[in-house]
């Protein structure tokens, strides 16, 4: 089982103590684990449910949040959130990774940082406190982690695409065009990637994913919020953009592993 100290943050990520422990062992077991313990259950069946759950919490939601959405559009928000990638984006949120049962050679291969892993077993996690708390408790914590991804997808076109938005902001406002910078480390079989992107040279976000594609929109996540949040400060007359509109320093990161802001011109690049 996990050691006290990871368990503790974990469940305090989660935002959910569990009453059932062997749910909770069975929802954090790999078929990996499970192949080199008998004994044990994997966390497929729970996976299988938690992918419902959470498909209908997120269905839910939208359909009564959202009255003048059409169905494509609906599906499209649903879409932006229940997928492998935002899964996985979540369960690094929440150090479940730590918390996995592995198999040895899983764990040596990288398997706490695999995208396909953590998104599977944050669904057999949803199905846990769905077992364990209801559906109650389930929309709460289903809420927790995805709300706002719900609510940038649907703000409008390209509501989860945020190279898209940057895009369009930084012509908007400085008329120059969002440029990205990618490293990456790691072997083959567990690669992780990190970008920044800069907005006339200077650095204005960053971000990391298990693949260039995710690390980008990580970053340009991170750049629009804190660009959109120097234009609401402008507006209210409270900005710290300059006279000649070039932004100051910016606000720290939003708390989340898939990217932060970065402000200062002396700001470094990854």
């Known amino acids: 089982m996990i050691r006290g100290g990871e368990r503790d943050r974990f469940e305090s990520l989660l935002g959910w103590s569990f009453c059932d422990e062997p749910l909770l062992a069975q929802a954090l077991a ?3 684990w499970c192949a080199e313990h008998p004994e044990a259950a ?5 996976e299988f449910l938690g992918d419902a759950v959470l498909g209908i919490i997120v269905t839910d939601h939208v359909f009564r949040t959202y009255p003048l959405l059409q169905e494509g559009h609906l599906a499209k928000v649903r879409a932006s959130v229940v997928n ?7 369960a690094l949120k929440i150090e479940l990774g ?7 050679g899983e764990d040596a291969s ?3 940082e695999k995208t396909s892993i953590l998104s599977d077993a944050l669904e057999a996690i949803i199905a846990a406190v769905y077992l364990d708390g209801g559906l109650e408790a389930a929309r709460t ?19 989860d695409d945020y190279k898209t938005r940057l895009q369009e902001l930084a012509a908007q406002r400085f008329e120059k065009l969002p440029r990205y910078q990618v490293s990456d480390e790691g072997p083959d079989h567990a690669k992780r990637f990190f970008a920044t992107v800069l907005i006339g040279g200077a650095p204005r976000g960053t971000g990391e994913g298990g693949s260039k594609k995710q690390a980008e929109q990580a970053a340009a996540r991170a750049a629009w919020r804190w660009l959109s949040l120097q234009g609401a400060e402008s507006a209210e ?3 710290e953009v300059g006279a ?10 939003d708390g989340t592993r898939a990217g932060s802001v970065m402000g200062g011109t002396n700001a470094g690049a990854t």
């Open 98 to 104: 730590p918390c996995l049962r592995l198999g040895k």
């Open 42 to 46: 994997s966390n497929e069946r729970l």
């Open 30 to 32: 790999h078929r990996s």
């Open 237 to 239: 007359g409270e900005s």
């Open 110 to 112: 990288g398997g706490r």
């Open 141 to 159: 914590v289903v809420m927790d982690l995805f709300g706002e991804r719900i609510a940038d997808a649907a703000s409008g076109p390209g509501g």
């Open 84 to 90: 492998a990638d935002v899964l996985a984006e979540m």
């Open 244 to 253: 000649e509109g070039q932004p100051g320093e910016g606000p720290p990161s």
